[in-house]
């Protein structure tokens, strides 16, 4: 009886063993069939979407819209033209070669659009201030950016600065604590210098000069000085006209009154 038992389990062994290899087979038969499928449809895929690549050339741009005036020699060499490639163009780098091809915007945004149009929003620059380099007016924001105007910029202040526009942004931040006071005298700002020590001095509309003084100072005291330099030209000593202003302090204030003229009557006889 042992013997036959062991006759058995050989049998059934040999079996399990040949089970077990066809299932291998077929695991791996079945591994490298889903792999040809997927390098199949890959390949498919990769055919078909390099087919309709080439289709999009056939898609041209139906319109070109722009929100807001363009520039000088755009209209001359514009970025994007009707009937140029729908999908052939790319929107960021258009944007980036328009801010550095006009340096008077301050944002630029390219949106393609459903109807195969092309919409160019365009964000100009809000000069605060003006310079001249001798030939040009130039414009500057409030983050310092220079970019040249269409006009002389009249209404301006100008700024001039020493070391090529050294300390501008001290200079624009100053400039911006007097407008914010909103005293009538900083309608007529017609000129604001600073000197290499930081020293500012302003000339108002009508040759007014005004030695204001450190301007790299707490920016909280040009509210108040601004205040009292109104009270000044508003007081009956400036009714005549006023010359200078010199602030010997953040309080103190010495002025020189305009003189007269005083024509001579000749007599006859």
Request: no cysteine.
């Amino acid at each position: 009886m042992a013997v036959r038992r062991r006759k058995k389990l050989k049998v059934t062994v040999r079996r399990s063993r040949v089970t077990y290899q066809w299932r291998a087979f077929a695991e791996t038969v079945g591994r490298w069939v889903r792999v040809a499928a997927f390098v199949g449809s890959a390949a498919g895929l990769a055919w078909t979407a390099h087919w309709a690549w080439r289709q999009t050339d056939s898609i041209v741009i139906a319109r070109v819209r722009v929100d807001g005036p363009v520039p000088d020699g755009w209209v001359s060499s514009p970025p994007i033209k009707e009937g140029q490639p729908f999908f052939g163009f790319s929107a960021g780098a258009v944007q980036r070669r328009l801010m550095e091809r006009f340096p008077e915007l301050a944002s630029v945004r390219v949106r393609r659009g459903a109807d195969r149009s092309v919409t160019i929003r365009l964000e100009w620059r809000r000069p605060v201030a003006r310079s001249s380099d001798g030939e040009r007016w130039k414009g500057i924001d409030r983050s310092g950016a220079v970019f040249v105007l269409s006009g002389d910029g009249e209404g301006l202040p100008i700024l001039a600065l020493p070391d090529n526009a050294r300390g501008a942004g001290e200079a624009l931040a100053f400039l911006e604590s007097l407008q914010q006071s909103k005293e009538s005298w900083t309608q007529r700002l017609y000129k604001l210098k600073i000197s290499a020590d930081g020293e500012a001095v302003l000339m108002l509309a009508g040759e007014t000069m005004v030695y204001w003084g450190d301007a790299r100072t707490n920016l909280a005291e040009v509210g108040p000085k601004a205040r009292r330099l109104q009270r000044v030209l508003d007081a009956p000593e400036s009714a005549g006209g006023v010359e200078s202003v010199r602030f010997v302090d953040d309080r103190r204030v010495v002025i020189k009154p305009r003189r007269a003229v005083v024509q001579r009557k000749e007599t006859h006889g």
